[in-house]
């Protein structure tokens, strides 16, 4: 099983700080990355993916990718409060014939006002 | 347009008892999954099915765990002789084909054997 670690956190911030949260994954062959919100009681929603080396940016988040380095780094900028949620790495295996997601625990974070 | 459904959104069943989980995937979405979250965990890959297949099964933690998926569209996960083990949330997402594209999950069904 190939895994995908996370620290559980909470990552606490205040409200428009940087919020960095860190993914590492064992799989060296891994080629597809994702980040998932969910809020308490709610269902996992996509933020963004990665393919690439290097940064991808959607608005307020940044998606890091360093596959020499098999890590991936997810950067919220101007932290809200309604940021607040567990973040979910995700990382696509790669098996014969089959990709599946493979995720990790979740890292807590908190932005207080 | 509509999102992954499932249903029940809660269950609750005596230990012993079969249960039957219901997803409804985006229309169009080919593949579907089913993964387990329990309390403080990870999501749990459970099974997956492209079209009506389930190419890969390995994921279903025993033999009490089944899914079926007809005319390429609604899956059911079944339960025999639910264990106390088996309360979790059960997420089912879709995505538009088994690859490179996003899984967009359902509001899950929590599940509870008592």
């Known amino acids: 099983q190939k895994e995908v670690e996370q620290n559980s956190g909470p990552l606490s911030v205040p409200e428009g700080a940087i919020a960095s949260l860190n993914c590492t994954y064992s799989?060296?062959?891994?080629?597809?990355f994702f980040w998932y919100r969910q809020y308490s009681g709610k269902s996992p929603e996509l933020i963004m993916f990665?393919?690439?080396?290097g940064d991808k940016e959607d608005g307020r988040f940044t998606a890091q990718l360093n596959k020499a380095s098999q890590y991936v780094s997810l950067l919220i900028r101007d932290s809200q409060p309604s940021d607040s949620a567990t973040y979910l790495c995700?990382?696509?295996?790669?098996?014969?014939?089959?990709?599946?997601?493979?995720f990790g625990t979740g890292t807590r974070l908190l932005v207080s006002p | 347009g509509a999102g992954v459904s499932q249903s029940p959104s809660n269950k609750v069943t005596e230990k012993g008892k079969d249960v039957e989980l219901r997803c409804d995937p985006i229309?169009?979405?080919?593949?579907l999954y089913w993964y387990r979250q329990s309390l403080g965990q990870g999501l749990e890959f459970l099974i997956y099915?492209?079209?009506?297949?389930?190419?890969?099964k390995s994921g279903l933690p025993s033999d009490r765990f089944s899914a079926e998926r007809t005319g390429g569209s609604v899956s059911t996960l079944t339960i025999q002789r639910t264990q106390q083990e088996d309360s979790a949330v059960y997420l089912c997402?879709?995505?538009?084909?088994?690859?490179?594209?996003?899984?967009?999950f359902g509001p899950g069904t929590r599940l509870t054997v008592t």
């Open positions: 997402a879709s995505s538009l084909i088994q690859g490179d594209y996003e899984q967009y």
């Open positions: 799989d060296r062959g891994s080629q597809s």
């Open positions: 990665i393919y690439s080396n």
């Open positions: 995700a990382v696509k295996e790669m098996n014969t014939g089959f990709q599946k997601l493979v």
């Open positions: 229309s169009g979405h080919t593949a």
């Open positions: 099915f492209q079209g009506n297949s389930a190419p890969d």
